[in-house]
């Protein structure tokens, strides 16, 4: 009997954020190529896990989460976010926000629909598009600051366009669409009756006054767009998987569904140690939070900068894009081969991000350390200068 790997397998290439981070664990270097969030939990959240635990939280809840996570999080939408969702029909509480989006796609897409993403791109978007059979469309974004016309846009529709994805603050580039921009997508999207799917787990690490706009909010939006987000970032629990998908009942039905399907229920204690922080954690934490992420975001590119790695500076995220054209190599892969080798510090080849081996002259850094780590990794990086 012939055995073959099922045929969407072979589009799927292991990802380089794992890679890298093997390689790194290989010479004990400082891995700033994973967002892992090396930085504290908040004890309010470990406390609301540790209470559930001990109470008995430890079964089953509804397939679309405890209805404690969902009150708080509709309480949280309508307050940062503006948007009005029902935690009864429209919302779903998934395992992370990758989950949430992967029952996204199950959900409401057919194979060889086309979906567009911005380039640079998250590559597990790519991944997961590929996964269900879907066709991703790029759109090309120019450094530093990461913009794109709305008329490559349009030239990038056709009649198998089904959706559009939107990653504010984005991941690699720290991106923050703007209003501007975001009413620009919003227009495209109308005209031509598609999906928004919205990644904005990282609504809260904004920098030098930078205001996070969900694009659900936007005029006639809110019935055709996903908003995707999670506490894995916020409150540095990447390892727990809660995430959660905000959308119009219709949609939400079948996500819900999906979600059933896959991961039954994300896990009971952990939703009720997220759901604890978003009712208990004051406004004066997110706000730290951002404080806290510019200071770290200006050191690292601050210290790529003086070691000839000139950076793309973040608007948001914790990610920092930086051309790593002086170093040694014609690859992305080489030259971040070469850094690791060299000052035992990783980040991720370019080409993760961008088509066609584009990319290769940008490595992708995570700052989300500790702050004796990122020292450290600052000091390493020296040794180029």
């Not at 199950?106 to 629909?113: E, I, R, V, Y």
């Not at 269900?132 to 913009?147: N, R």
């Not at 995707?228 to 569904?257: C, E, H, M, N, P």
Request: charged share 20%.
């Amino acid at each position: 009997m012939k055995r073959q790997v099922n045929q969407r397998m072979s589009t799927l290439a292991h990802s380089e954020i794992r890679a890298m981070t093997q390689a790194c664990a290989k010479v004990t270097g400082i891995n700033m190529a994973q967002g892992v969030c090396d930085t504290p939990v908040p004890t309010v959240v470990l406390k609301g896990a540790e209470q559930a635990m001990e109470s008995g939280g430890n079964v089953y809840t509804r397939f679309d989460g405890l209805p404690e996570l969902r009150q708080a999080l509709a309480g949280k939408l309508a307050r940062y976010n503006g948007i009005k969702a029902d935690p009864e029909t429209e919302i779903t509480i998934s395992s992370g926000a990758t989950g949430s989006f992967h029952c996204t796609c199950l959900a409401l897409l057919n194979p060889g629909d086309e979906v567009i993403l911005f380039e640079p791109y998250y590559q597990y978007h790519i991944s997961a598009l590929l996964a269900v059979e879907a066709v991703p469309v790029i759109v090309k974004m120019t450094a530093p600051h990461w913009t794109f016309s709305k008329a490559d846009l349009e030239r990038a529709i056709t009649p198998r366009t089904r959706a559009i994805i939107v990653n504010s603050p984005g991941n690699p580039s720290g991106k923050v669409f703007s209003r501007t921009e975001l009413e620009g997508i919003a227009d495209v999207t109308q005209r031509h009756d598609l999906f928004a799917f919205t990644d904005e787990i990282y609504e809260y690490f904004l920098y030098d006054g930078c205001r996070h706009i969900s694009l659900a909010i936007l005029p006639g939006m809110s019935e055709r767009t996903i908003t995707i987000g999670g506490y894995s970032k916020t409150f540095s629990i990447t390892g727990w998987r809660i995430g959660y998908s905000v959308a119009d009942q219709r949609w939400a039905s079948l996500i819900g569904a999906m979600n059933d399907l896959l991961y039954v229920c994300a896990p009971a204690p952990l939703q009720a140690g997220v759901a604890s922080g978003i009712e208990q954690l004051p406004d004066s934490f997110y706000r730290d939070l951002a404080k806290d992420y510019q200071i770290k975001r200006d050191r690292i590119c601050h210290a790529l900068g003086k070691a000839g790695l000139t950076a793309s500076i973040p608007q948001g995220a914790y990610y920092v894009l930086a051309d790593a054209s002086s170093l040694p190599g014609k690859t992305g892969k080489e030259r971040a081969m070469y850094l690791l080798n060299k000052t035992g510090v990783a980040g991720v080849p370019g080409e993760a991000f961008f088509s066609g081996g584009g990319g290769h002259h940008f490595i992708r850094f995570s700052y989300a350390k500790t702050d004796s780590d990122l020292d450290e990794a600052c000091r390493r990086l020296a040794r180029i200068g």
